[in-house]
């Protein structure tokens, strides 16, 4: 188990939300970031068949990221609001599972930082090739 996670199984509730609150302006960042990016991808489009299929495959790796990023806003968001009874309650013997809800949160956005960086490189590679190459029929 990440050290961060393990920690975060016994973090006082204040910890936690300081934590999800960290996450949810990451995620957004994130979501922008992607929505430019595809912004710049589409004013590099060309006439060149490897390079349309190379953009339609950058483009699809981005949607698919950018729905990743929605559904997990909507989860911090409701991981949030759950925290905020938690706490209004202040009694964590009645919510005995919230813990483990932030600890998969946690690996999660442990995951999401992961493909971000890959995802990122993918982008930053397109943007600056200027021909791509094609190897065994694929685009590279």
Known sequence: MDIKVKHMLTADLATLHF?????????????????????????????????EQVHQDIDL??????????????????????????????NDAKHPNFREKHGQLARRIIKLDEHVLVSKKEVYQFLVTKHPKQRHGFPI
């Open 61 to 90: 790796k981005m949607n698919t990221t950018i729905d990743r990023l929605l559904r997990l806003t909507k989860d911090i968001t409701a991981h949030e609001k759950y925290l905020s009874i938690v706490i209004k309650d202040e």
């Open 19 to 51: 934590d999800t609150m960290d996450w949810m302006k990451k995620v957004l960042f994130y979501t922008e970031e992607f929505r430019f990016f595809q912004d710049l991808t589409d004013h590099k489009k060309n006439n060149s068949i490897i390079q």
